[in-house]
């Protein structure tokens, strides 16, 4: 009987010994759950952008259901392009290309509000030569780097709402500024130097107030590098300059887009494979989705009568207001079938791209490098960013109908 007792005792010891450590090894288990949910929190709210773009082209799905027609809502150079230069991007991020030239930057201007005018004439520019989306992707990761090296991070959010603003109308001089002038421009077989005539007014107001919001809201505060100096390695840095110069041959439509999509990921996998992963893949996701969603429109007979009727009344004004609800690219090829009226169209779809956060697919590019690095600002970038590109919708608007009064 004692031999019974005690072996029960045993039993009941080992089983209080054993339960705290079963207790843990659970709770880790329902940790690990506990984790991965965490992570798929942050992954829909980084990419909210993206999962509402699903969420259109799923809903608009259902009403035009999937045919061999959806093969013609996307395009497949924008998308290839978008890949190559995010790629070559990231590769050159790698060997501290752009904080080395960040670093260049400040010590040539070495003030806040110089340098900040620099990065923004450098997007305006970049846009009139490599259309809107490239010139963001370019230069928005050297924003980054000269405010976060330079402790000057308090001005991120405009220094990029600016950048995209730059972006969204530097493009509009120029044919192959943005993919909505591109297409306007061959539709309608517009001279060149017609074009240049029609969009000189809104881009010389455009600039003006650029540059005046850069003096107003930047302070002329001394800028200097906080970190230490970093070296670039010569041969990957030459050859990763080598494969974005056939990025940009790609936009110019120098190059078919398909050699770059073989060619600069078989480079990469030798030379840096850490780069085709980093490659921001929710954004390209962003854009097929939108794709979808805009060409689903398109094909609505009541959306596509509707908008006729509005372009008979207005075409400026609708262009605009169109741009704000579907954005600019799919407003140009969707309006471009109702209305002759190619002047006010390829106004309106120009300063239409600045506004709401989806009048633009370029800002959406914004966006999304925005919140990679502040996550939790989000809501106070959409608010900046609405207020400052309402205001400047608004005196364009103002600005071409006054125009137009004096020239009608």
Not at 4 to 21: C, G, M, V, W, Y
Not at 285 to 292: A, K, P, S
Request: proline fraction near 4%; hydrophobic fraction near 50%.
């Amino acid at each position: 009987m004692k031999c019974e007792k005690s072996e029960k005792i045993k039993i009941s010891r080992d089983f209080f010994l054993t339960f705290p450590a079963k207790i843990v090894k659970c709770s880790r288990k329902e940790g690990i759950g506990t984790e991965k949910i965490g992570k798929i929190k942050t992954f829909v709210k980084k990419n909210t952008v993206m999962f509402v773009a699903m969420t259109a082209a799923i809903i608009t799905s259902c009403i035009i259901p999937p045919d061999k027609e959806y093969l013609g809502y996307f395009d497949f150079k924008t998308l290839t392009c978008l890949f190559c230069v995010l790629a070559v991007v990231c590769a050159l991020k790698n060997v501290n290309f752009f904080y080395v030239l960040a670093e260049k930057i400040v010590e040539c201007f070495k003030t806040a509000r110089m340098s900040i005018l620099a990065l923004v004439y450098i997007t305006f520019i970049g846009s009139m030569l490599i259309a809107n989306d490239m010139a963001l992707l370019t230069f928005l990761p050297l924003g980054y780097f000269v405010l976060s090296a330079s402790r000057k991070r308090k001005y991120m959010a405009l220094t990029f709402i600016m950048q995209n603003i730059a972006a969204n109308l530097g493009g509009m001089l120029t044919p192959f500024g943005n993919p909505q002038n591109l297409y306007l421009y061959t539709k309608f077989s517009i001279p060149t130097p017609e074009f240049i005539t029609i969009m000189a007014p809104p881009f010389l107001v455009s600039i003006s107030m650029i540059t005046f919001c850069c003096f107003v809201f930047v302070k002329n505060e001394p800028m200097s590098f906080e970190e230490e100096s970093l070296s670039l390695e010569p041969k990957k840095t030459a050859l990763y300059l080598l494969l974005f110069a056939l990025a940009i041959a790609i936009v110019f439509r120098g190059i078919p887009y398909w050699i770059g999509l073989i060619v600069i990921p078989a480079v990469l996998i030798f030379a840096d494979k850490k780069a085709l992963a980093m490659v921001d893949y929710p954004l390209l996701l962003t854009f097929v989705f939108f794709f979808i969603f805009a060409g689903n429109m398109a094909r609505i007979t009541a959306v596509r009568d509707f908008f006729s009727m509005l372009l008979d009344k207005n075409t400026l004004l609708f262009s605009v207001i169109s741009c704000q609800f579907i954005s600019n690219v799919p407003s140009a090829i969707l309006l471009s079938q109702f209305t002759e009226n190619y002047p006010d169209l390829l106004v309106g779809v120009n300063i239409g791209g600045i506004g709401t956060l989806i009048a633009s697919l370029a800002s959406l590019i914004t966006f999304r490098e925005y919140t990679k690095h502040h996550p939790h600002h989000a809501m106070y970038y959409v608010e900046t960013f609405s207020a400052f590109n309402f205001a400047f919708l608004g005196i364009l608007l103002v600005f071409m109908f006054g125009v137009r009064g004096i020239v009608g």
